[in-house]
Each structure stands twice: as C-alpha cells, then as structure tokens.
C-alpha cells in the first residue's frame, strides 16, 4: 500500500509538470484597459501667411476605447486631474531671433461652440520662454483637446520678396507631470509650424468675373464636381476666390443671395457661398512657377465618396495667377486655364 | 460511368433495404418471448498472463445465438435453459468448447481461461505485444459493423504520440499535419468534418472555435486502450458520420493484483537541435474480496522541441515568404476509471479524461512584395493550449428478459490563447524572385537581412478563447427474442445532446507615427544555424520580449486602432447552443451464419446562435455592430441495415447501406464575418447552409489468419448531397451581395455543393511471415491501400448573370486518391524492429475562385523506425526515429508546377524504457 501510494504521488507530479508552461523570454504589453493616456500634438504641420500675427498648435488626448462601449471608433476619454504639459522648440528654420519673432502666447480650449476658457478667465499657465524655447501649460481634466496659442510680430517676417529659404519653427513635447494621472506625452511627434510666403501661391486669389471666358473656363472645371457650380449664371455670383492654405485649396463662390445666419445668439446677413475643399498632394512652393496635384471628394447619392483629381501648373507674374489645371472624375476629364489676382 | 450507374440504382436500393428492414421488424412480430432463460455472464482471460481478451466470440453450439467479448473480455448472453455447448474462440487461441446445465431463471458467471496456439502468444515477454493485435482483431472480427481497431499494445507498436498519428495507420485514414505532426483525420476521402470523434462512446466537443473536428493531437495515445474507426454505423450510434466515427476508449482495471506500468523517454530534434522527453504512468487494480471495485489512473506528460524551414508564395500577388518556425509543445493527459460490479446482473462505472496540448510557437518571417518593391520583417510570438476534458457515468444492468445501459456524460473542449503577438518592420527594398524547378525559389533582395533598413510598421497583440461543451443523456433498452431457431436482441433507446459553444477575441493592433527605432534594435542572434540548408539567411530576427519591453517603457509613442479592434473583435466573437434530440429502434438478429443489424435512427437538432453583425458604411468607416441571432433546425430519418456472413470460420462477408449526414461548423453557419483587410482575406458564414446528406453502400469480405493476422478487401460507395465545400474566391469583393466596399479581397465561405459521388477500394494485408524459412519466418507485415475517386458537381466558377445555373465537376476536397501504409517487422522473443511507411497522396485542399487557384496538398510519404528490445520479463528498452527522410510538406496551386508552400521538419528521435511492474508476475 506504501508503495502504491508513493506511486500515485510520482504520477501526481507528473501530471503537475505537465500543467506546469513554461513561457521563456515572455514579456506581456501593457493591457489596453492599463494603458496610459497619451497626450499629443492633434497635426504634425501648421501653417499661416508670412503678416499673420499668431499661429496655433493644438494638443490633444489619443481616442481610448469607449469605456461605455458607444463610441466603436474609439473617443478621448478626458483626464481626470489637471497635469502639466512641458514643450520646447526643437528646431528653428530661417528665423534669425525668436524671440523678436515671437511676443506671448496663451491657451485656451473649447467649452462650447460660442465660448472658450479664456471667454470664462480660466488660466491655464501657459509658459514660454522664446529664448530658450522651453515652455508648458496646463492640460486641465474634463478637457479633450486644447490650444496654445502664439502671439507673433506680424512684420517680422512679412517681407516683399518670394523668400528661397524655408522658414519654420518645430516644437516637440517633452515630459509630463502628473501626480496621480497614468498619462504619458508622445515625445517622438514634432509639430512645425510653416511661414507661408504670400509672394509665392499661398494666399487668396480672385477670378475676374468681368471676364465670361474665364468665369465660363470656372464653371467647366469645377461644374464637373459640382452640381451648383454647373448651374452657375454670372449674375448670381458676387465673388469666386481659390484660396491655397499649407495642405488645403479651398474653392470658395460667393452668391449675391445672401441667407440670414445665427451664430452664437448673433443673427447676421450673409452671402450664400458654394465651397469646395480639396487636399493638396504636390505643390511647389518658394517659387514663382511649378506644379500641383489637389484631390477632392464628391459625395454621391449612397453615401459613398468618389475621389476626383486637380492637376496642372502654376505661374504668378506681377499680382497674377495662371493656373493651368486638368479636373479628372472616373473617366471624364475637363481641362481649363484661370486668371486670378490677389 | 460506374458512379453513375451506381446513382441510378440507389433509389431501388434504398426501398430494398427499408422492405428488409420492416420483414425483419415483422418476423420480431412473431417471436417467442425469453420467459424463461438463462443469463450467461463472465470473462474471457489468458490462461498464462490473465490479460482479458476483448473480442472474444461465444457462441451456443447448435443454436444462432452468441455474442462478443467487449473491450475488457466481459460478455453477457441470454439463453434457454437446459444443456449447452458454449464455444468461445479468439484468433490465436485453440478453440474452448464448455458444456452447461442451465436451470431456468438463473444467473451464470464463467471465468473462461483460452490457451494460445501460437507459441509467441506463450512467450510472457512477447505477449503484450501480440496480444494487442490479436485483441484488436478479434474485435474487429466479431464487430456486427465494419470497423478497425487499434489496441494500446498496436499504438506502441509504431511511433506515433498522439491518437491521429495512430489513425494514420488504419485502412482509409488520412491525416492533416501540422508542423509535421499529425492533427486531423481525413476517413475514406473525406474532410475532417465527416467524421466524429467520440470518446468512450460519446461524442467530444471541439476545443477550437469554428470547428467540430477535434485535433486529435490534444489528446496523448497513452492515455487510450484501444481506437476504434467504424466505418459503417448502426442505428445505436450518432448518426453525424459520412467518412467513419472514431471512438477513443480509455482504460479500465483488469486485475485484483496491483498493476503498473509506464514509461520514461528523451529524444531529440534534428532541426532544432533541442531534447524532447516524456513519461507515462498508471496503476490500476481491482478492489475487494470479489474484485467488485476497479481503480485505473494514467498520466502522462510528453515535451517537444521541434521547428520547420518552410517558403510559401502567392503567385497572383508576386509575393514570396521565408518562415522560420520555433516550437514548444507539451501534450499531458490524466485519466481514471472507476467501476462497480454489484453483482452478476449490475455495474456502474465512472470514466474521466482531461488531457491538454500547448503549443508555444515562435514565427519569423520575411515577406517580399516585389511589386510594392517593400520587405516586411516580422515575428510572432504565441501561446496556444488545448484542453479536453470528459467525465462518462453510466451503469449496466441485465434484468429478467431485458437489460438497461444508460450512460450520462459531460465533456468541454476549451482553446485558450491568452497572447498571440505579431511585430512587424517594413523596408522599402525592391526584390524578385522565380520559382524555376518548384524546389526552392531563386531570389534577388538585396541587403533584406539588414535589420537597420526596416521601420515599425505595427504591432498586434491579441488573444481568444473558445469553449464547447456537451452535456449527454442516453440509455438503451436492448430485450432478447427468439424466432423458430434464431435468436435476437430488439433495441431501442434515445439520447439528448445539449451544446454550448462560445467564442471570444481580443485583438489590439498598434501603431506609431515616429520614435520607434529601426529593426536593429530589437534584434537577437539567429535561433538556426541554417535555414533551408543554408540556401537562405534568416538575419537576424526580432526578438520579441525585446520589442515588448520598449513597447512597456514608451507608450506614449504607440496608438491603439480602436476601430479595427472593435470590428474584430465583434467579427469573431459568437456564442451558440445546440440541442439534438435522438431515438433508435434496431435489432440484430442472428440467421445461422448471417447476423442481420438493421433498424432507424432519428435525430433531430436546434440550433440557435448569438453573434454580431459589422455593418460598413458606404465610405468604408465602420457605421454600427449590431447583435444578430439566428436560429435553424433540421431532422433526420436515417434507415441502416448491415450483414455478416460468416462464410468459414475465419472468413467473413459483410455488407452495410446506411443513411448518415454531416453537420455544418459552427463558424460556417453563423454570419458573423472576418475581416483582415491587411492579407486581404475575409471569412464570412453562411446561415443558409445546410447539413450534408449521405447514402453509404460497404461491401467487405476479410479473412482472419489463426496465428493473428487478416487479408481485407472492400469496396464503398457514398452518394452525397449539399455536400460542404470551403470556397475561395480569388480578388472578389465584400460584401459579395450589394454594394461593393471592399475590392480585390480573397473571400472564403462555406457553401452546399449540388451532389458528390465518392467510390473506393479498401485492401488490408497483415500477418507473421512464418511460412517463410528460417529467421524470415520471423518477419512481419502490415501494410493496407485504399483508392478513392470522387466527384462532386458545384455551381461552375465560370457562372455570372448570364448563365448562373453553370455547373462544373471536380473532386471531393480531402479526397486523396491513393492512401496506404507498409511495415515490415521482425519480432523474436526479445527484439522487435520496424520500419514503417505511410502514403498520404495528393488531394484538394481549398477551393479557389478557378481550377488553377484551387490549392492542393502533394502526396508525402513518411517513413518511421522503431524497434524495442526485452531486458527482462518487466523491462523493455525501445527507440524510435521519424520521418528519417525529411519529407516536407507541399502544397501547390492548380498545377505542380505552382508551388504554394514547402516545409520541412527534418527527423526526431526518442529512446526510452517501458516498465510493467504487474505485481504478480
């Protein structure tokens, strides 16, 4: 019986070993659920005209999984205490003194379409030093994203010739303190703030509308996108404006008819507008000539989007645009040449 | 042609086999009553070593009426009082012929005691080695329905670790591998999902998710006594079975005197150059003054170090991969059985068996996308383990005219992979390759191995858990009759099955904008000292815990794909129950020489299901997860009949028709949808599927030599309908109704083929070569063949709007024309060597969008070694090599000439001892 029993225990053992895994050189990630909060820049590149007399950077919280399981995209989940942010400017391009460029600064969020934090006087320490770059502010709790905004000499760098070298200022995160917040910055994300040369393509330029060859050169290209801009008359049109931003070309027609708009309990009288808004793929800057690329989206009738393309060159002589530009949906294509001016 | 002539013929055949039936039901009608009997009970054993002999046959001299020896030598048989001449015969045994008086209404227990003829079978050191054999066919001899067994004894005559490797050797049997070891069974030309898996007469859930098909390397060999293939059913047995039913019976105790025996083994690995090792233990005895109490535990704990070189390509997307694989399995098992003999008239038994397979597994990739000229360095790192476990409870009792089986069971198959993590690195690099000689690919990439030219591209950690349970109720009623001169047993029973199955994942992809450093900086030295003999370099792969420990220390610089995540894991994730209902009515009715079966099985399933249903907006963005449930349900009438003529003492004849069907997998039914937009593959169920139906024709004669041994030969005939198939469609579009979303995406569904007819040949060959002089006469040979031919009709690839009802023919997938095993032995009182072959041919594994995407599996041979030699009369030493000619796994598209994957293991090796301390010996 002794021996039998000292059998059953080898095999119990045996049986024990086996369960036993051995997990060599295991190293398990953190869970999602344990994951901490990443705040990071909301773009990687901004981008105003060389008079503007501010430009913002705007910091954000990583979407997480929905703890209510509603949003199955994901969405922010604020923070629940108040951490601050610490940020430095990593690189300086063409901007001889920062600090001569570069006056105040301030950050504010979003409480409401119509009101901001600093409408309500909420302070969120922002600092900056443009001497030595380094700066921080407070990511308050409750809050998904904010803003930081820069106070900049608008002559500073607003010159009267079309510059060669790039000028442009890149910050990067740095740290985080949180005393109980599991929350970490992305420090390997940079966001470069770009002056755009208003002597270059960037800027707003107008199609002269006194011009029907033009006006109907206008309504061919886009009208292949756009219903409205197909039915366009002269008549109806108060202004059309192609305005090319850091990433963005917006095609803006304003309409005589004007509709009345509230916004912010204000009610006011404007122009109707038809906008397009395409993205840029190519576009040559720091020069007088060159080429782009822009695609656009059109929504069709299911929902789905079909994608159409801008193409062509431009040439600025004096204060005029010559844009030679191909407009492709699917299999149709329109090719067209404006004048614009600033 | 034949198939065809055969097809016009099975409607008639049916009519003919139920108008036999309803005779034989109506000759029932007129039988004698067993008022007054004799019920006859013992023991068949050896008269030397007591080993019980399963399958013994006992017959009534003089009147039709005998019966089996199960498993463990018990039998019971009613007869009619008076004097009798009771003849039990068991192959390699001399014939025992015992007189009986027998008083009326009494109770009669016999041990009965066989000398052996063969004077191996007198040998105590050789005798659990033949002994085996000659129990499995004496069962397989006396069985009512087409059947092989496979004893223990048998199983550790050949190499083979887990129960499907030992199913490969069995007429008819293909396997599926999976690196290199065996996984799946393939019965008679068809696919896994056409055979069920039983254990001790019950049917086990699946541990995987979509599946019902058990792998059958979950389970050790060690833990079992016997398989058992029936490849013909009757109406006592599930009737969810085309290809055969595998019945995996786990040990009982045998004797009063304390039992044990085991065995301790080390191995080694030629690829991976690593140990393996495993153990084996049990004890069993049987308790108390009349041995009313039998105690069995085993254990068992087997680890593998193994790995496999392989190169795959997908030739439409001009894609090649280099995979290098790095494992770690275990396999250990624990079973026990518990009975009770109450008396000569009532038992009760409790069998349990949990055995769990994990699977540690180490994958490191190139993958070169020559038209995107891009690289991509990856390793995956995962954890996968596989239990089985189920508790059998039952009781036998024989009372005056009747007796009563009833059985209640539990089992649950659970897959647990609590990580599965994948990191993969890009490097913008052109490269080329050609496949020219199908062998190895010729390929041009530059600097590919340099690890500082790859970038973070993503990281994928997930994990899942799948659970299935069964929870059975069934008892039979089986009541002896006489008609004129014969004799029979009337049976009828019913059987509830309640399953529950579920499903769930979590799938967390990463990625990063910046920060992340390049490949080098996770890198570790090369796990191989060659790859593929050298014609490749590995580099130096991604360590993975290196990866995960900056993955821990920098979060900030990693973004969850929220999105992505949500969708998968409600993709994936379902959970489903599973109600059948069955009854049977049969007898077996003994007509001299011929032994009739026949009878009706009827069953009937519900089945309902909660999953998840991803809906995709227009755009592409996920719009909403709505919950889905479905439910179906579906009834079967399944008339069976089988014969056994015994046309001379050691020859029978027997043929089988049978109605029988096969279920569909869970993860085909249900419409929830996989989706993997990054390798382009989307799996989507199909709840219109239906069960597929088929009519199964046997005719098999088999004669038995004295001295153990058999020559078999077979032909079967299966007519299916709505058979499955698993479809691929090649760059089609999601979803494949309405509005295209997603272009250019391989989607795989399970869809219902029109018809399939499928016709085969069975042979079977074994016996001691003793007839030959000298030291040949103690040569040995096992060898089989089976031809299949199939052909199945399916709505044509080449259908569109225009002529939709298009059909084309091809064959069955899993349906390999040749299959077959040949094995040489040579066995004296002390040494047993073997070399055994087995033959898996070529066959269909998916089927693609057109015949030459159509992915086929390339026949493989493998050849094993093993040999054993007796120390003592307890002790025997044993060593065993595998696949000793590095066959490697191949598959191709179409044609062989477009290769689709070749792998190879290289061999292993184990040397261990076996001990059988029976203390009586």
């Known amino acids: ?206 199609l002269d509308l006194e011009n029907t060859a033009q006006f109907a050169a206008f309504k061919e290209l886009f009208g292949l996108v756009n219903e409205d801009i197909a039915a366009l008359n002269l008549a109806d049109v108060e202004k059309i404006e192609i305005t090319f931003e850091l990433e963005e070309v917006k095609v803006l027609v304003e309409l005589k008819e004007t509709e009345l708009l509230d916004e912010c309990g204000e009610t006011e009288e404007v122009n109707k507008v038809i906008e397009l808004e395409l993205e840029l793929e190519e576009l040559s800057t720091l020069t007088s000539s060159g080429e782009l690329e822009a695609t656009g989206e059109l929504e069709l009738e299911d929902g789905s989007l079909l994608e159409y393309v801008l193409a062509g060159e431009f040439s600025i002589l004096d204060n005029e645009l010559k844009l030679e530009l191909t407009n492709e949906l699917e299999e149709e294509s329109v090719t067209a040449e404006l004048l614009l001016t600033r | 042609m034949f198939l065809q002539v055969l097809d016009q013929k099975l409607f008639c055949m049916k009519q003919v086999v139920i108008l036999s039936f309803l005779l034989l039901l109506s000759s029932i009608g007129w039988a004698q009553p067993f008022n007054e009997y004799v019920l006859l009970k013992g023991v068949v054993d050896d008269a030397k070593n007591k080993s019980k002999l399963g399958g013994a046959s006992i017959q009534i001299k003089g009147a039709n009426n005998g019966t089996i020896a199960d498993l463990n030598g018990a039998f019971s048989l009613y007869t009619k009082p008076g004097t009798i001449q009771l003849e039990i015969s068991y192959l390699g045994y001399r014939d025992t012929v015992l007189e009986l008086q027998l008083e009326a209404g009494a109770v009669r227990n016999l041990q009965i005691h066989l000398s052996s003829s063969t004077p191996e079978l007198n040998s105590v050191v050789i005798a659990g080695y033949l002994q085996g054999q000659a129990k499995a066919l004496n069962q397989q001899k006396n069985a009512d329905n087409i059947r092989n067994i496979i004893s223990s004894d048998q199983i550790g005559r050949f190499p083979d670790p887990n129960a499907a490797e030992a199913l490969q050797r069995v007429p008819g049997v293909n396997i599926e591998r999976d690196q290199g070891e065996g996984r799946y069974v393939l019965v008679r030309g068809l696919a896994p999902q056409f055979t069920n898996i039983n254990i001790n007469g019950e049917q086990i859930p699946s541990p995987e998710a979509d599946v019902r098909f058990v792998a059958l390397d979950a389970i050790p060999s060690d833990q079992l006594a016997s398989i058992e293939v029936s490849k013909t059913l009757s109406p006592d047995m599930d009737g969810d079975a085309v290809g055969g039913s595998v019945n995996l019976i786990t040990r009982m105790a045998q004797s009063k005197l304390p039992h044990i025996n085991g065995s301790i083994a080390g191995g080694y690995n030629a690829i991976m150059k690593q140990p393996n090792w495993q153990g084996q233990l049990q004890f069993d005895q049987r308790l108390g003054k009349k041995e009313k109490l039998g105690i069995l535990l085993n254990g068992n704990y087997y680890l593998n170090q193994l790995g496999s070189d392989n190169w795959e390509q997908a030739p439409n997307d001009k894609e090649l991969e280099l995979r290098d694989y790095e494992l770690t399995r275990t396999r250990s098992g624990l079973s026990g059985t518990i009975d009770y003999r109450f008396n000569n008239r009532h038992e009760i038994y409790f069998r349990g068996i949990y055995s769990r397979f994990t699977d540690r597994e180490w994958r490191r990739r190139y993958v070169f996308i020559t038209e995107d000229e891009e690289v991509e360095k990856l390793t995956k790192d995962r954890f996968e383990s596989q239990s089985i476990t189920a508790v059998n409870l039952g009781g036998k009792h024989r009372f005056n005219g009747f007796y009563l089986n009833y059985e209640g069971q539990y089992s649950s198959g659970i897959q647990n992979t609590p990580y599965d993590h994948e990191v993969a690195f890009i490097a913008d690099l052109p490269s080329s390759y050609s496949v020219t000689g199908g062998k190895f690919p010729q390929l041009i990439a530059d600097g590919y191995t340099n690890s500082s030219k790859y970038e973070f591209d993503e990281v994928a950690y ?460």
């Open chain 1, 1 to 206: 019986m002794k021996n039998n029993l000292l059998l059953l225990s080898s095999l119990f053992m045996l049986f024990c070993i086996g369960c036993d895994k051995k997990n060599k050189d295991l190293v398990l990630p953190v869970k999602p659920e344990k994951f901490p909060q990443v705040i990071r820049f909301a773009d990687e590149i901004g981008g105003e005209l060389e008079d503007s007399d501010e430009f913002s950077i705007d910091l954000t919280l990583v979407d997480r999984v929905d703890p209510e399981g509603e949003e199955l995209g994901g969405k922010v989940v604020p923070l629940q205490q108040d951490v601050r942010v610490f940020f430095t400017v990593s690189d300086n391009m063409g901007i001889d003194d920062l600090a001569s460029y570069i006056k105040a600064g301030t950050a504010l969020y979003e409480i409401d379409a119509c009101t901001s934090s600093e409408d309500e006087g909420i302070d969120l320490d922002f600092q900056f030093d443009p001497a030595t770059g380094n700066g921080s502010v407070v990511f308050p709790k409750g809050v998904e994203e904010m803003e930081l905004v820069f106070e900049v000499d608008e002559d500073y760098l607003n010159d009267a010739v079309l510059n060669e070298e790039e000028r442009a200022i890149e910050f990067k995160l740095v740290s985080v303190d949180a005393a109980t917040e599991n929350v970490v910055v992305n420090t390997a994300l940079s966001f470069t703030y770009e002056v755009l040369d208003d002597e270059g393509v960037h800027g707003a330029w107008e």
């Open chain 2, 462 to 921: 997930g994990g899942s858990y799948a659970k299935d349970q069964n929870a059975t109720v069934k008892f039979e009623i089986g009541i002896p009759y006489r008609t004129g001169a014969s004799t029979g047993t009337l049976k009828f029973g019913a059987k509830a099955r309640f399953k529950q199955k579920s499903y769930t994942i979590s799938n967390d992809v990463y990625g990063a904008d910046a920060g992340v450093p390049t490949a080098d900086a996770f890198d570790e030295a090369p796990i191989k000292s060659e790859f593929l003999k050298g014609r490749f370099d590995m580099g130096r792969p991604i360590n993975m815990g290196r990866f995960n420990r900056f993955f821990n220390a920098n979060p900030g610089l990693f973004e969850l794909d929220v999105e992505s995540k949500s969708i998968d894991e409600a993709l994936e994730s379902f959970d489903a129950k599973e109600n059948v209902v069955a009854g049977f009515l049969m007898t077996r009715h003994q007509f001299s020489k011929l032994v009739l079966t026949g009878g009706f099985r009827f069953e009937h399933t519900d089945v309902s299901y909660n999953s998840k249903d991803v809906l995709i907006d227009a755009a592409g963005d996920l719009e909403a997860i709505r919950p889905v449930s479905g439910t179906s349900s579906y009834s079967f009438l399944l008339p069976q009949v089988q014969a056994k003529y015994e046309l001379s003492k050691y020859t029978n004849l027997r043929a089988s028709v049978a109605s029988s069907y096969a279920r569909p997998n869970f993860g085909e039914i249900i419409p929830a949808q996989e989706i993997n937009r990054e390798d382009r593959v989307a799996n989507l169920g199909n709840p219109s599927l239906k069960p597929t139906s088929a009519l199964n024709l046997d005719l098999m004669l088999e004669h038995y030599f004295g001295n153990v041994g058999i020559a078999s030969a077979g032909v079967f005939y299966k007519k299916l309908d709505d058979f499955i198939y698993r479809r691929v469609i090649f760059n089609g579009s999601y979803p494949l109704t309405g509005t295209p979303i997603i272009p250019r995406i391989d989607i795989i569904q399970a869809q219902n083929g029109n018809t399939a007819n499928l016709v085969g040949l069975e042979f079977a060959f074994q016996r001691k070569l003793d007839f030959l002089p000298g030291y040949l006469s103690k040569l040995s040979l096992y060898t089989n063949y089976t031809y299949t031919h199939s052909k199945a009709t399916i709505q044509s690839r080449d259908a569109d709007e225009t002529k939709p009802d298009a059909t084309e023919k091809f064959r069955l997938p899993g349906q390999a024309t040749h299959v077959g095993n040949l094995a040489l032995a040579y066995e004296n009182k002390k040494l047993v060597v073997r070399i055994a072959a087995n033959f898996n041919g070529e066959y269909l594994s998916e089927v693609g969008g057109n015949s030459s995407e159509d992915l086929y599996i390339k026949s493989r041979m493998q050849l094993d070694f093993s040999g054993s030699y007796a120390v003592s009369q307890r002790f025997r030493l044993f060593a065993e090599a595998l696949n000793l000619t590095n066959q490697p796994f191949e598959s191709y598209f179409g044609s062989k000439s477009v290769v689709a994957q070749r792998e190879f293991y290289r061999s292993w090796a184990r040397f261990g001892l076996k001990f059988d301390l029976g203390f009586g010996k």
